[in-house]
């Protein structure tokens, strides 16, 4: 047999035009919004809706993912995360790659920061040690849950102990915990190989409804802005890691609010379309969910961008944000 016989085919990824113009437009689309731009389209949010149907979706064919019995990790199985960004976690075996495998992608900040933050699905049964292993590889300071355990279906399993537990090879340790009107917070003590330990903020938001918005935009701000005093204060420099059930709509809906309000309090301006497209070549879509209508004064989803009045809101556990009020953020009215 000829040497040239015994080589492999090379394994060649044909792009379309169409998917190729997709790409393009992902990389380059933005419209830049002033406060009042803001304010205007908060009373006509048609605009909006047209651009937001336009961005296309980016979702993945498991094709793309070489990894067998990857599905057994997923919590819904049109919801892959996108391989040029996925998190990897460190495995003994490099043969194993299965063990390196969780559901969950590195998310750019304002600025185009690679890392900032990890969008990634509720942990189930079988991957919570995935989980907390990928909280301590990527010494996240932060972790944000916005969703309930359980919304008419389970959204996610309780990752974390009353107390103590041991996840792998990862201890966590429950320090403290206080109750918000909306949100709990924990803070936590991870400890690995013994001598090493970590603190991370947890948490937990509870006022989100699943497919709507909720009524006020105030205690997601709040939340924004306690969640990056924390992630300023903090020894641990890593991602903050978010999470909601799929890891794509209330997630990525926090992680764009975030970068936009810091967006507006730098430039001025906010780039609605930008920021999605950005969302949406890091993290992807899921193709059989619609996007949720924007209502005036309410905030809506990524999967339809946020927008929302800023009014008065007190916080019992870090003073109060309001539309005098510039916080950590910024004005943002």
């Not at 057994?72 to 998190?87: A, E, F």
């Not at 918000?180 to 803070?187: G, I, L």
Request: glycine content about 6%.
């Amino acid at each position: 047999m000829s040497a040239l016989g015994s080589v492999e085919p090379l394994k060649v990824s044909v792009v379309t035009p169409r998917e190729a113009a997709a790409r393009e437009y992902l990389l380059s689309a933005g419209r830049p919004l002033t406060r009042q731009q803001l304010r205007d389209i908060v009373d006509n949010t048609h605009k909006l809706h047209v651009e937001f149907a336009e961005i296309p979706m980016n979702f993945i064919d498991p094709k793309e993912l070489d990894i067998p019995n990857h599905g057994t990790k997923n919590r819904y199985k049109t919801i892959l995360p996108n391989p040029h960004s996925r998190v990897i976690l460190k495995s003994k075996s490099c043969n194993d790659l299965l063990s390196s495998y969780i559901n969950a992608n590195y998310i750019r900040g304002y600025l185009g920061d690679s890392r900032a933050f990890i969008a990634t699905q509720g942990p189930m049964v079988n991957t919570v040690i995935d989980f907390w292993q990928m909280a301590w590889q990527e010494e996240s300071p932060v972790i944000v849950m916005i969703t309930k355990l359980k919304e008419k279906n389970e959204k996610c399993v309780l990752y974390w102990p009353e107390k103590r537990g041991i996840y792998g090879k990862v201890e966590v340790l429950v320090n403290s915990s206080r109750e918000c009107e909306h949100y709990t917070t924990r803070s936590l003590t991870l400890k690995q190989c013994g001598n090493q330990t970590r603190v991370l903020q947890h948490y937990w938001y509870t006022s989100w409804p699943d497919h709507k918005t909720p009524d006020s935009a105030l205690p997601l701000l709040q939340l924004m802005a306690d969640v990056e005093t924390d992630r300023r204060a903090a020894a641990s420099v890593g991602p903050v890691i978010v999470h909601c059930s799929a890891g794509i709509g209330r997630t990525g809906c926090f992680i764009a609010t975030t970068i936009g309000c810091r967006q507006l309090q730098v430039e001025g301006v906010v780039d609605v379309l930008s920021i999605t497209c950005q969302l949406r070549a890091d993290r992807g879509y899921d193709p059989n969910r619609r996007a949720v209508r924007v209502r005036p004064s309410r905030p809506g989803s990524v999967r339809g961008p946020a927008v929302g009045r800023i009014q008065p809101v007190s916080s019992p556990h870090r003073g109060t944000l309001t539309s005098d009020h510039p916080g950590v953020y910024g004005k943002v009215s």
